[in-house]
Each structure stands twice: as C-alpha cells, then as structure tokens.
C-alpha cells in the first residue's frame, strides 16, 4: 500500500528538517504535523485527529510535563513581578500575597496549553507514544 500524508497509518514524522518549527506549532496550539488544524478541541482537550491532515492526537499524553513547565515559568514570572514591580511599595503583606497568587495562578493557566502543546509535539516528534 501506498504511503500517502492523507492515510490512517501515522508513524512518527519523517526525521527530515529542523523539529523546531514542529515544536513551535504545538506551542501555538496548531497541529504539529502540519500546522493547520487546531490540537485542542477545548481547555487542554486533545483533538481525536487533526481536521486538516488527519493525525490522530489523542492517544499522545504528555501527563505531568506541561504542569512541571507551567508551574516553573510562572515561578520564575511571578519572582518577576514581584521584585520589578511590586518592590518598595507600602502594600500590606497580605494584599501583596493576595495579588501574586492571583498573578502566579493567571500566568499557570495562561502557560498551560502552550505546554501542552509543545510536550504533544515532543513526544510525536520523538515517535513516543503510549499506545
Ligand atoms: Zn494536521
């Protein structure tokens, strides 16, 4: 049988080319195969199959890494914010730490579907799956 881009027997990618550019589209929250179709169906819902080129993208589970990656840049920002910003006002204690989990908790979210993107993107490069 012929080997088309459009059949259902995906492998992983072809190990030509620079796997960055396959990584940023996961970060984009776009099929990393070919950059078209969506990945996330909702929040960090994985499509079944990309609507576009037909990969299937549910059965790739980056498990705990996205939050490991969200949580540290979100750390990291939060440590941030609060030196560059937050240093040297007269803020009660309480109200400072009242914003910062606010911030570190908005950061996380914002940071997590990215993540997960780029760990779906990883572990298809890398023809890792646990199927
Ligand atoms: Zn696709």
Not at 23 to 29: A, Q, S
Not at 97 to 118: D, E, H, N, Q, S
Request: aromatic residues 12%; charged residues 15%; positive net charge.
């Amino acid at each position: 049988m012929e080997n088309d881009s459009k059949s259902p027997d995906f492998g992983p990618p072809p190990q030509q080319g620079s796997i960055w550019p396959r990584l940023w589209r996961g970060i984009k929250l776009r099929c990393p195969r070919c950059g078209d179709g969506k990945l996330f169906r909702a929040f960090l819902k994985p499509v079944e199959h990309c609507s576009d080129c037909n990969q299937p993208w549910d059965s790739i589970r980056a498990d705990l890494a996205p939050a490991w990656a969200a949580m540290t840049i979100s750390a990291h920002l939060t440590v941030a914010i609060w030196h560059f910003v937050f240093w040297g006002t007269n803020l009660p204690s309480w109200q400072l730490i009242i914003y910062l989990c606010v911030i570190a908790t908005g950061i996380a979210l914002a940071a997590l579907p990215p993540m997960k993107g780029l760990f779906m993107a990883i572990i298809w490069a890398k023809g890792t799956t646990d199927s």
